[in-house]
Each structure stands twice: as structure tokens, then as C-alpha cells.
């Protein structure tokens, strides 16, 4: 609900106010943003007073010697006025002037949304948006902003337009989505930041005055520094969430001023951005994402319904996610049909349904050197053809999917050899390279009506059911014949959504999954058209830990992408059980990336029992709620995932620890005191050959049973002591082996009264 009453805006979601007043000189002031008021008698009050001087700050004019910028609560900041915080849009005009005064011009409320950027949120029943355009006449330059309130979700998409209305050409140096001034500084900042392999690790950090500055500068999301933050107020726990429907070159700036206050904004990256405006026209920021509430699970929570609501489109959006096999780990690039087809059988016999295709299955790419950019189907590999294996793939009862990689290319190609301008390349210098791979210059329509050509015809002709979309490179040497470098990360990025709407648009019925290098581009722009995401191309069950737990912290399980691969693993050269890798991929959306073939008796039954119990409880791993829950032993970490009556709980255990005595706890603080619930244990198998030369009568196959009745009054308060661990205590019954790296998972279900 969205209401004016002359001085104040009101955005009201079910438990958020965001309130913004136009002060006498006719900038606007955020009142508040934070938990829902009901009464505004006396919001007067809530800002700070103008009544006070301070030292040499400039202020407004002769008639508010007080309004000084520097403290002002800005929606959207300029430079040039007083205010020394960043500002969320830079420009230049007539004159080579870069000072703004954005005043208040007008408002409108109306219902719906603007969808003015290609990649944007979806309207739902009651979005309503408020417009208010601010204006520098001097300057000829009108900024248009945008709130629409998601009341439900307790979400604000904010973007903003700015419109050249001088007769000069208006310059833009750099145009947040939003500026979100607070008037208090006890924040941590939470960030998500990484590296391949390592993507979107939670880093923590308590702010001080200056500037912490996140961003992209390689023309995507990044695994460097994803575009989602949280600000937690120490002194309430209270926390404010921000993402970016956008893909390319970003920036949060987070900035705490002397006086006490944080500044947050978020957008596209002014880094090698340099937009030109002629008279008349208008350039659109990609829309954020902001969130309020009184605690950081909760913001999380609002992110993933908004995200299953409103990014997620298409057939897919609110169905289940097929488990896959992909033939990426299990076989690279020595791609071999019959092979392939053992592995589809095995699959298809395991109860698993979609069967995916992965890199090698065209032209000369026997190799990671050559054959990028060439899309058509290796006779080498396929000597009967694709659409002849995607028929017997089909008859196994997989639904098909098909690896590419459409936006890039070697220079070992055809595709490179006919046209060698058609990379990103600035002449007389090489571009960098990654992974032998060169990015094609997509913003050109020859280039792209190329990739949609050739690879439409593969997808339609071999009936494709699900692509993954990779992308191994990051965008270097930004050049194009069609304009300046400056501003080409985000004409790329436009290109893309042109290129991936033409995609899905033509082909709704094909589930979608993002990859980047693993998750390079994990971001809610490539979201509107992948409802999934290939996670990271670290399987290894201890460090998917930290990337799982970083990206749900932002993004829904539906969304992520979660592979049993091969122990020792890939990427640590560790090893575990298949129940623990399982346990560890279950919390997203599930695929095995192995050689299902070269699996003995014992593991091929737990990956069948592994897939049944799956897809039992699928759609409280993919649309439940995730949970990490603080322990009292930091070598134990809890994963839950809930949905309706039902709660699964995985219990991991980093190392097994020397006998204490002490038994590990299972205390679940969300379930409802009220009721009494059934706990009992997925089985697994137990290999014997755990005990080595201790093997003898005690051992026990099938590991300890698990039947217990509690009240949720217990399990939310003391919580239950699950049975010892093997520690050298001797073995009963109920002992537990675990060993390191090790998991267990529950099922806490009600019980029938
Ligand atoms: C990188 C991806 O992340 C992998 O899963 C795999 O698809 C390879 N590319 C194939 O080249």
C-alpha cells in the first residue's frame, strides 16, 4: 500500500514502512525505513532536528541555513552541492558542468510496475509503484524513481529513469539503482565473495567510517563479489537486504559518514561506464532489490519467495526440478555414444530423469581448443546423429538437456576462421584469453542471429528439454566497431537479455540453467530467464558448505544447482561416503555428476534409495525453507529444511572429535511448541570396511535406528541429545558412526494427535 497525504510518501509492506518526506527546499528526506508503523500522529519526529550550525559545512541557501546536505537522508544523491558522500549519479553537461540539484517535481502512484529494463521483477496482483520525479532545470536533466511495494513479500524494487531534458548532449558517469541513506552507523555488513570454486563465501565485516566498496569489473556478476548485501544494526538485530536484477559490471557502496549516518548503493558498476544522453532521451538502471527485517533469516526468506515469485517465470517457475546426471565429471570430453548410453540406462534405472549432455557433443571440441562457436553435432561422437540419441534418451524415460556455450569461441573454429572480427578484440592487440576462449561480440545482431540460428536448430531438431547455458570467460578488452568502449559491458549485457529472451521466448517449454565457470554469474538478472544455476564447480562435500550456505543466504534452493560427484573428489581429492556428498546436495536442486557405471552394488543401491528419498521430500529441499542453526560444537554444522509439517535436518560432522562424553544436540527453535513431533533417520548404509581391523561381531549393518516421539516445547527449548558418536566407547546398538566429513539426516515430521 503506497499513500501520500501532502507531505509524506507511505510504502507499506505487511511488516515495513518506508516513509520519505520533500523537505522546503524540495529535496526528499527518508523519514524511515524499517519495522511497519500504523500511527504516523507526530512522524515530525522521527528526523533529526535542523536546529543546530556545524562548523564550515555549505548549506542549501540563505533561507535554510541549516539544511545542510551533509546530513540529509537522500533517495538519490548528486555531487557538487555540500553532500561529500557518494553520489548515486554523476553526470556531465553543457559547459562541462557536474554539478546536480535534483529538487522535487512530481509524484504519480499507480498500479503494476515500470518494466522499462529487459531483465526485471514480475508484477504480482497488488504491486503498486510510486514515481516521484525529481528535476536539475539548470542542469536539464529529470530523474524519475521508482518504488514498487511487494506488501507480502515485504519488498521495495527500486530503479531509477534519467532523462536528458536539456538540448546539449547530458553525459552520465555513473547512475545507481537507488541511494538508501540511514541515520544510524551500528552496521555489519554482510557480503558474499569468492573466487572459482570457492563462489559467494559469507564474509562479516563491522563498518567504520569510509567507504567499503563491492564490485565487477569483468563484464559479469562475478564470483568475485555477488551483487546481494545485508546491513544488520548491532544494536537491534534488525537488517536491511539489497540485490540486483542485473548481470554484468556491478557496485555496492557502503558508506559511513562523520555524522553518523551509512549511505547504501547499489547498481551498475561506474567502472568503464560512460553513457551519452541526446536531448530527449532517457537511460533505465537495472531495478534492486531491497528487503526490511527484524532479523537476517527472516530477510532471507522474503528474497526467496519474492525471487520463486517474481524472477523464477516460465513453465518451471513453481514446479519441482527434475534430478539429473550430467556428463561432465563423468566422462570430460571423452565423449563416447554407447558409453553415453550406458550412463543414461544406469540413470534412467536409478530413478533418475533428465540426462545432460555437457560439453565435447560438437564439431571439432575434443578438447577445451577448438570448436567453440561451431554448433553443429560431431559425426565422430554421434555417428547416427543427435536427434537419433536424444530419441533413445528420450525412450529411457529422461527428459534431454544440452550443454552450449553461445557467447563464446576458439580461435581453432570455423566459426573464428570465416569470421575473425567478430570477437571482442581491440585491433593490433590480442585479447586476453581464458581457457583458450575468446568472447563474441554479441552487441553485433550478425553475431547473434548466428548463435540463435545454429543453436535453434539443434535444440528444435534433437527436442531438447533442458539447457545449460556456460560462459568460461569474463569480458577483457572491451571494444566494439559499433561504439565506444566505455559503456560496453552494459551494451553486452543488454545483447545477452536480447539473446536470451529470443531463447526462451521460442523455446518455453526448455528449463533453463545458468553457468558461468560454476557460479560466475549467480545473479537475479540471468534468473528471469534460467530458473537455475550451476552452483559451482567445487563438488566437494566440506566446501560446498560454505558456498551453499552463501548462496541461500540470498538465493532459493529451486535455484541452485547441487551435484553428487565422484569420491576422491575433483576439485579436494577428498573422500566420502555417497551418503554424505547426498546429504550435502539434497539442500538444492539434486543431480549426480559421476560415473554411475563404475559404482559398486553398495553405492549403486544408496543412490537408488538416495533418488526415492528425494523425491519424497523434493519440494521441501527446493521450495522449504532453509535453516543453518547455531551449535554448541563447532565441528558439528545443522542444515534444516522445512516445509509445512515437515523438517529435515542434516546433521554434519566436520571432524570426529576425541571422546567427550558429550552428546551431540538437536534443538529445532523454529518448530511450534504445541505440537509433538515423530523424528526419525533417512538409513544409510554403513560400509563394514569403516571399521578396518576393529571389524568384528559389534559391527552393525545399516547403521542405528532412530524412533522418538518429543513435544515441540522440548525440541525447541532444551532440544534432544542424539545418540554417542563412535568415538572408542565401545559399540551398542545406538552408537553412531559418523567419522569426519560424515552426515546424518532426520525427518521431523508432526505426529498425528
Ligand atoms: C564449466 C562448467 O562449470 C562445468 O560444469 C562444465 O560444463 C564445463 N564448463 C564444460 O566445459
Same mark, same amino acid.
Given at each position: ?130 514515481? %516521484? ?7 536539464? =536533466? #529529470? &530523474?524519475?524513481? +521508482?518504488?514498487? @511495494?511487494?506488501?507480502?513479500?515485504? $519488498? ?88 540486483? %536484477? ?7 557502496? =557502503? #558508506? &559511513?559518514?562523520? +555524522?553518523?549516518? @551509512?549511505?547504501?548503493?547499489?547498481? $551498475? ?485
Amino acid at each position: 500500500m503506497i499513500s501520500f497525504d501532502g507531505s509524506i510518501f507511505h510504502l507499506a509492506s505487511a511488516n515495513s514502512s518506508y516513509i520519505i518526506r520533500i523537505l522546503e527546499t524540495g529535496h526528499l528526506d527518508n523519514v524511515h525505513y524499517g519495522a511497519r508503523l500504523t500511527d504516523l500522529t507526530g512522524y515530525e519526529n522521527i528526523s533529526e532536528s535542523f536546529d543546530l550550525n556545524i562548523g564550515t559545512l555549505p548549506y542549501a541557501d540563505e533561507e535554510h541555513p541549516h539544511h545542510f546536505p551533509a546530513r540529509i537522508l537522500y533517495e538519490y544523491s548528486t555531487a557538487g552541492r555540500g553532500d561529500d558522500r557518494a553520489p548515486s549519479l554523476e553526470v556531465c553537461y553543457a559547459g562541462g558542468l557536474n554539478t546536480l540539484d535534483l529538487v522535487f517535481s512530481g509524484w504519480r502512484i499507480f498500479s503494476g510496475k515500470d518494466d522499462s529494463f529487459p531483465a526485471h521483477a514480475l508484477s504480482g496482483a497488488s504491486t503498486e509503484t510510486l514515481e %516521484i520525479t525529481l528535476c536539475d532545470a539548470l542542469a536539464g =536533466v #529529470e &530523474v524519475r524513481l +521508482f518504488y514498487t @511495494v511487494y506488501e507480502e513479500e515485504d $519488498i521495495i524494487l527500486r530503479s531509477a529513469k534519467i532523462i536528458n531534458r536539456g538540448i546539449s548532449p547530458l553525459r552520465l558517469d555513473s547512475a545507481a539503482s537507488y541511494c538508501l541513506d540511514f541515520p544510524f552507523d551500528d552496521f555489519i555488513l554482510y557480503s558474499y565473495d569468492g573466487a572459482w570454486a570457492r563462489e559467494r563465501c559469507e564474509h562479516r565485516r563491522i563498518l567504520y567510517p569510509g567507504i567499503v566498496e563491492l564490485d565487477s569489473k569483468l563484464g559479469c556478476s562475478g564470483s568475485e563479489h555477488n551483487p546481494l548485501v545485508y546491513l544488520e544494526r548491532a544494536a537491534t538485530g534488525e537488517v536491511y537486504g539489497s540485490n540486483l %536484477i542485473y548481470s554484468g559490471c556491478h557496485r555496492e557502496l =557502503v #558508506e &559511513v559518514s562523520p +555524522f553518523g549516518k @551509512v549511505r547504501l548503493l547499489s547498481g $551498475i558498476s561506474p567502472y568503464c561506464f560512460e553513457w551519452t544522453l541526446e536531448s530527449g532521451q532517457a537511460f533505465c538502471t537495472p531495478e534492486a532489490v531491497l528487503t526490511y527485517s527484524d532479523c537476517k533469516e527472516g530477510a532471507a526468506r522474503n528474497f526467496h519467495a519474492f525471487i520463486n515469485r517474481y524472477i523464477v517465470r516460465g513453465v518451471w517457475k513453481d514446479r519441482e526440478r527434475p534430478v539429473l546426471v550430467n556428463s561432465w565429471e563423468a566422462c570430460f570430453f571423452d565423449l563416447d555414444r554407447d558409453r553415453l548410453l550406458g550412463l543414461a540406462e544406469k540413470a534412467s534405472g536409478l530413478g533418475i530423469e533428465l540426462f545432460v549432455l555437457d560439453d565435447g557433443w560438437f564439431s571439432s571440441r575434443r578438447n577445451d581448443s577448438s570448436g567453440l562457436g561451431d554448433w553443429w553435432v560431431s559425426e565422430e561422437v554421434f555417428p547416427d546423429g543427435l536427434e537419433d540419441f536424444s530419441r533413445r534418451i528420450h525412450a529411457l524415460n529422461l527428459l534431454f538437456g544440452l550443454w552450449i556455450e553461445p557467447e563464446m569461441a576458439n580461435r581453432d573454429s570455423e566459426l573464428y576462421r570465416t569470421h575473425p572480427d567478430w570477437l571482442v578484440e581491440i585491433p593490433g592487440r590480442a585479447a586476453a584469453v581464458c581457457r583458450h576462449q575468446y568472447v563474441l561480440d554479441i552487441t553485433r545482431s550478425e553475431v547473434s542471429d548466428y548463435l540463435f540460428d545454429r543453436i535453434s536448430d539443434v535444440l528444435s531438431r534433437c527436442e531438447v528439454d533442458y539447457v545449460k547455458w556456460d560462459m568460461n570467460s569474463v569480458l577483457t578488452d572491451y571494444h566494439s566497431v559499433q561504439g565506444s568502449a566505455l559503456g560496453y559491458p552494459h551494451r553486452y549485457i543488454l545483447a545477452l537479455y536480447r539473446l536470451l529472451g529470443r531463447f526462451t521466448e521460442h523455446f518455453p517449454g526448455i528449463l533453463f540453467e545458468s553457468c558461468a565457470s560454476g557460479g560466475n554469474r549467480y545473479d537475479l538478472g540471468m534468473l528471469c530467464y534460467m530458473p537455475q544455476t550451476w552452483t559451482s564447480d567445487n563438488t566437494d562435500l566440506y566446501h560446498r558448505l560454505a558456498i551453499q550456505e552463501g548462496t541461500l543466504a540470498g538465493y532459493p534452493p529451486s535455484t541452485m544447482g547441487a551435484h553428487v560427484s565422484a569420491s576422491p573428489g575433483h576439485q579436494s581429492l577428498r573422500v566420502s561416503r555417497i551418503d554424505s556428498r547426498f546429504d550435502v546436495a539434497a539442500f538444492g536442486v539434486l543431480g549426480y555428476e559421476l560415473d554411475l557405471c563404475a559404482l559398486d552394488e553398495d553405492d549403486t543401491d544408496a543412490v537408488r534409495k538416495q533418488i526415492a528419498f528425494y523425491k519424497e521430500y523434493r519440494r521441501v529441499f527446493q521450495f522449504g525453507t532453509f535453516r543453518r542453526l547455531r551449535s554448541a560444537d563447532d565441528g558439528v554444522i545443522w542444515w534444516t529444511a522445512s516445509l509445512g509439517d515437515t523438517t529435515i535436518v542434516m546433521e554434519y560432522v566436520v571432524l570426529n572429535k576425541a571422546h567427550t562424553g558429550r552428546c551431540d544436540r538437536l534443538r529445532l527453535p523454529f518448530l511450534d511448541r504445541e505440537r509433538t513431533y515423530h523424528i526419525t533417520k533417512r538409513p544409510v548404509h554403513i560400509d563394514p570396511a569403516c571399521y578396518g581391523s576393529l571389524r568384528n561381531d559389534f559391527h552393525k549393518e545399516g547403521g542405528e535406528d532412530c524412533d522418538i516421539t518429543v513435544s515441540g516445547s522440548i525440541l525447541c527449548t532444551c532440544g534432544i541429545s542424539l545418540s554417542p558418536q563412535f568415538t572408542g566407547n565401545g559399540f551398542f546398538p545406538s552408537t553412531r558412526v559418523i567419522g569426519d566429513n560424515g552426515t546424518r539426516m532426520y525427518i521431523v515430521k508432526e505426529a498425528e494427535s
